[in-house]
């Protein structure tokens, strides 16, 4: 059974209980361009509640409620309005409706307010169908208002005009200008899950002019954005941000970044791809220009894969050096090997190694 069957079937479970449930937000959007989105959300009058009682419910948080479906999760949203707004960010107040036009009107954009059934027939009180067919992004209501209440819907404007190449309407646009200073007080953690969809997509460059057009790369605290080199993974984007103390980034990513800042500013070299893992090594070569393949290739056909395929042991190095030396004249034999200099061959090594001093 395919994700939107499940859905279906779901719906009309729902249904049976006496409620309303509709497929809406990015699914439909998608599914009206012709594409599959993956993600499939789902609204409903029932509430969490009631949920619960009939589904196997996995988390429940502010009326969304995850569950689980003949093997799948969905989210299920019970229908809502929202009143007022704290921080920029969260309404203050949740009440429940069956009122589905009610929940469809506190949603972001009227291209993300298109409802399906579980006939598969659309449901558009709001005209989104329109907005998709013009690609244009519309605000639903007032966009200063709008955005005002949940200032990180500026940034899902610049994703969706980014992924889905569509423009922001005018009124939009000047709202986003307008208001840009509220994404002050968006968490860093919301907008880097923004800003790494913008610079993952394949319209990366469109993007940055994007947030540059609204002049939101000051606020966001990467004006480097401006200069950077795009490569097509957001972490060789925020390496050149020097944003790592200001965004949250895993330790991990950090020592990843710092890297690839080093590797950035040297020669192309193997001994990057041999010191490396796979995963680096193949960020590595997209930096450099090479390709995913390339790089396989070249890390399974290295002359050495590690320490332990030099032609000598440390033991006949000990001959030659002092033993607190020893690491550090591997490592330059594996750099000499790597770039073609020498051959992994013990009489070679000696011979290079006696020259060396
Ligand atoms: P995609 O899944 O492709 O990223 P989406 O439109 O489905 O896009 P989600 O974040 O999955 O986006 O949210 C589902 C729906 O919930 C949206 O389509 C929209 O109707 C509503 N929504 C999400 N975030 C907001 C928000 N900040 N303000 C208002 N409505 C929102
Ligand atoms: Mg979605």
């Given at each position: 059974m395919t994700q939107l069957q499940k859905a279906i079937l779901l719906l009309k479970e729902i249904k049976q209980h006496n409620h309303q449930a509709y497929i809406v937000g990015g699914f439909v959007r998608d599914y009206l361009r012709g594409i599959q989105n993956p993600d499939i959300d789902i609204c409903t009058s029932m509430d969490p509640d009631l949920l619960k009682q009939y589904f196997k419910v996995k988390e429940e948080h502010y009326g969304s409620t995850i569950l689980m479906f003949h093997g799948s999760y969905f989210e299920v949203t019970t229908f809502r309005r929202e009143i007022g707004s704290k921080q920029n960010r969260y309404p203050e107040k949740i009440i429940y409706t069956d009122n589905l036009e009610e929940d469809l009107k506190r949603r972001d954009f009227r291209m993300n307010a298109i409802c399906m059934n579980e006939k598969r027939e659309i449901i558009d009180p709001l005209g989104g169908k329109d907005d998709v067919k013009r690609k244009q992004i519309v605000c639903i209501g007032d966009p200063i208002k709008r955005l005002e209440e949940d200032a990180l819907r500026i940034l899902r404007a610049i994703r969706f005009a980014t992924t889905l190449n569509f423009s922001l309407d005018s009124s939009l646009s000047e709202a986003i200008i307008q208001k840009r200073d509220l994404l002050k007080a968006i968490s860093y953690q919301r907008k880097k899950e923004e800003l790494n969809r913008i610079f993952s997509s394949s319209r990366a460059i469109q993007g940055r002019t994007l947030l540059i057009e609204h002049q939101l790369l000051d606020v966001l605290e990467i004006p480097n954005l401006k200069n950077a080199v795009f490569y097509s993974h957001p972490l060789l984007i925020w390496m050149q941000l020097g944003v790592d103390e200001i965004y949250p980034f895993t330790k991990e990513e950090k020592k990843q970044m710092k890297y690839f800042r080093k590797c950035m500013g040297e020669p192309w070299n193997l001994y990057r791809i041999y010191?490396?893992?796979?995963?680096?090594?193949?960020?590595?070569?997209?930096?450099?220009?090479?390709?995913?393949?390339?790089?396989?290739?070249?890390?399974?056909?290295?002359?050495?894969?590690?320490?332990?395929?030099?032609?000598?042991?440390?033991?006949?190095?000990?001959?030659?050096?002092?033993?607190?030396?020893?690491?550090?004249?591997?490592?330059?034999?594996?750099?000499?090997?790597?770039?073609?200099k020498l051959k992994n061959k013990k009489t070679d090594i000696i011979e290079w190694l006696k020259k060396q001093k």
């Open positions: 010191e490396s893992d796979l995963q680096t090594a193949i960020l590595i070569g997209m930096m450099k220009g090479k390709g995913k393949e390339e790089i396989k290739i070249l890390k399974n056909n290295l002359p050495i894969q590690n320490r332990q395929d030099i032609k000598i042991t440390s033991d006949e190095l000990q001959q030659f050096i002092p033993v607190e030396k020893i690491s550090y004249n591997y490592k330059k034999i594996e750099q000499a090997i790597l770039t073609g």
